[in-house]
């Protein structure tokens, strides 16, 4: 039986992008993201629900979140569902929840409108590895332009 694991999601960050590096010297960035959805229901109301994901970038393109994307930024992120779990260290109980894995993330506004963009986090300058299990290839290759906007 064949499967498939796709997400397309459109929102807007709720805070500013969080890099760190795992061991191995990959950056990894966590995106906190907002998608809206508004339907008319039975009785002709007006409803509107927002549904928050945590949504993981990984190497260069976290890089990039973190340097251009602030809070209220929109983006589309094109990914999977990943399932993490840890053991609570207060409860000792398991704790598990879905996350989104992005295999993409595209800025959907320029520049901040003051013109400001966010200075590299010491974390994220220099070379930042790469392989490992946590890791991915990049799905493009790199060119002279890696330097630039990505938008």
Same mark, same amino acid.
């Given at each position: 039986?064949?499967?498939?694991?796709?997400?397309?999601?459109?929102?807007?960050?709720?805070?500013?992008?969080?890099?760190?590096?795992?061991?191995?010297?990959?950056?990894?960035?966590?995106?906190?993201?907002?998608?809206?959805?508004?339907?008319?229901?039975?009785?002709?109301? &007006?409803?509107?629900?927002?549904?928050?994901?945590?949504?993981?970038? +990984?190497?260069?393109?976290?890089?990039?979140?973190?340097?251009?994307?602030?809070?209220?930024?929109?983006?589309?992120?094109?990914?999977?569902?990943?399932?993490?779990? +840890? @053991? %609570?260290?207060?409860?000792?109980?398991?704790?598990?929840?879905?996350?989104?894995?992005?295999?993409?993330?595209?800025?959907?506004?320029?520049?901040? &409108? %003051?013109?400001?963009?966010? @200075?590299?986090?010491?974390?994220?300058? $220099?070379?930042?590895?790469?392989? $490992?299990?946590?890791?991915?290839?990049?799905?493009?290759?790199?060119?002279? @332009?890696?330097?630039?906007?990505?938008?």
């Amino acid at each position: 039986m064949a499967s498939l694991n796709k997400v397309l999601l459109i929102g807007n960050l709720t805070q500013d992008p969080e890099l760190r590096r795992i061991p191995s010297g990959t950056a990894v960035s966590t995106l906190r993201l907002a998608v809206n959805e508004s339907f008319q229901s039975k009785s002709g109301e &007006r409803v509107e629900r927002t549904v928050f994901l945590d949504v993981d970038v +990984w190497d260069r393109q976290a890089e990039n979140c973190a340097q251009y994307l602030s809070k209220g930024s929109p983006v589309f992120v094109e990914g999977r569902l990943q399932m993490d779990s +840890w @053991d %609570d260290k207060e409860t000792g109980q398991k704790r598990s929840r879905l996350k989104v894995r992005a295999d993409r993330v595209q800025f959907l506004s320029g520049p901040r &409108r %003051d013109g400001a963009v966010r @200075d590299t986090p010491p974390a994220a300058a $220099g070379g930042g590895g790469g392989g $490992g299990a946590d890791s991915f290839d990049e799905p493009l290759a790199k060119s002279a @332009d890696d330097e630039e906007i990505p938008f």
